[in-house]
């Protein structure tokens, strides 16, 4: 199984900055993708940023301000947000689709979340 523990949400003025970090930890066999998801209230979670073993890809409300960068040897992944806006107050989700074993097919994995709060 895979574990997820994010950190890093906070409250931050428009403008500002917050770095989220999500490490994975338990028993398996590989981590194919890491992703960072959010929900807002009276929304439905929506997917931010995705990174594979290729180019890493956005949604369009956050190109040019998110980063997205993984550490494998850490199994941790990490989104960047800079130029913070009201519309990106959120619970902010860590998302691994993993293999458990060599054999099993793979599967997502979450973590608890973490609210990032954008004041204007």
């Known amino acids: 199984q895979v574990q997820l523990v994010e950190s890093g949400g906070g409250l931050v003025q428009a403008g500002g900055s917050l770095r989220l970090s999500c490490a994975a930890s338990g028993t398996f066999f590989r981590i194919n993708a890491m992703a960072w998801y959010r929900q807002a209230p009276g929304n439905q979670r929506e997917l931010v940023a995705i990174t594979t073993n290729g180019e890493p890809a956005y949604a369009d409300s956050v190109k040019g301000r998110f980063t997205i960068s993984r550490d494998n040897a850490k199994n941790t992944v990490y989104l960047q947000m800079n130029s913070l806006k009201s519309d990106d107050t959120a619970v902010y989700y860590c998302?691994?689709?993993?293999?458990?074993?060599?054999?099993?097919?793979?599967?997502?994995?979450w973590g608890q979340g973490t609210q990032v709060t954008v004041s204007s």
């Open positions: 998302n691994a689709q993993a293999r458990v074993t060599l054999s099993s097919r793979t599967s997502d994995y």
